[in-house]
């Protein structure tokens, strides 16, 4: 028998550089924190395109990641990294935007504050979509950072239309969660109403149905009567996997794991992994584990 070939998965979503500080808490006043991280700054390619196409790559796909970045020394360390991972990079150049970057302050409980400015990504357009590459996958990745501002969500609406069109399977990444306390994008709203799958926080699902008291199971069942797989967190350790008659309650052991970047990301591969190879034939995902 032949080797069988990865499957293909595409995703779409930002590519930024993230400086890290590290404080001991982040509630103390600005003079303290500044006197505490001086020596605690690290940098690490990040963006929510970035870490799912690194995990879907982990876990055995062929990897390939649509985005657009300056013509600076961030975006050339953003290409050099992914090629170094083995994400196969679909990466456009802005000669008058930076790459992204995100300044995020972090403490020992684990608090974060983040300011970002979304540079380049924001800039993809549609005519720098590989056509042919997602009409030709297996899966459709899109963050929902992508679909915040055109011509970016403009491309990724196209794209999922365009893998819709072809049968590819398409699942949104329902982020950033404060979208849903403000005015929701039409592009947004659109891509909402297409894709085949979605990943999203309890809170985020109550807001999106305007059921602020929902149980699981009603919030689950409403979202089974638009999506074929629903990967709903109730919080970061706790998953319900659902589609068709599944419930599947999962611990994802993220409190617990050592280095949590990409890690609920690797996860989500992994559940994608095994749904779209074994389909919903047998009644049942297997068991995942990070």
Not at 26 to 49: C, F, H, Q, V
Not at 157 to 175: C, P, Q, S, Y
Request: charged share 25%.
């Amino acid at each position: 028998m032949g080797k069988t070939l990865p499957m293909k998965v595409v995703t779409i979503g930002d590519i930024n550089i993230d400086w890290i500080i590290d404080v001991n808490s982040i509630d103390d006043p600005i003079k303290l924190l500044w006197s505490e991280a001086k020596e605690s700054i690290s940098t690490r390619l990040g963006g929510g395109g970035v870490i799912f196409s690194v995990a879907a790559r982990d876990v055995g796909f062929e990897s390939h990641l649509i985005g657009k970045v300056g013509n600076d020394s961030f975006g050339t360390f953003a290409r050099d990294t992914l090629e170094k991972k083995q994400v196969l990079t679909h990466i456009s150049v802005n000669s008058k935007m930076d790459t992204g970057k995100v300044l995020i302050i972090k403490d020992t409980a684990d608090q974060k504050a983040m300011i970002s400015h979304r540079g380049a990504n924001t800039s993809l357009a549609p005519d720098e979509l590989d056509m042919r590459l997602i009409r030709g996958c297996g899966l459709l990745y899109v963050s929902g950072y992508a679909l915040l501002e055109q011509p970016q969500s403009t491309s990724a609406l196209i794209a999922v239309r365009m893998a819709k069109e072809n049968g590819v399977f398409t699942m949104l990444d329902v982020v950033p969660h404060r979208v849903f306390s403000l005015q929701i994008p039409h592009e947004y709203q659109e891509c909402m109403k297409l894709v085949d799958s979605i990943v999203l926080e309890l809170g985020t699902a109550r807001k999106m149905l305007g059921i602020p008291n929902g149980n699981h199971d009603l919030i689950i069942n409403e979202l089974l009567s638009s999506y074929q797989l629903v990967l709903l967190r109730t919080d970061n350790d706790t998953e319900i996997v659902a589609y068709r008659d599944v419930r599947e309650v999962r611990n994802t052991g993220y409190s617990q794991a050592s280095y949590k970047v990409g890690y609920l990301d690797r996860f989500t591969a992994l559940t994608l992994r095994d749904f779209l190879k074994q389909g919903v034939a047998d009644g049942h995902l297997h068991s995942l584990h990070p």
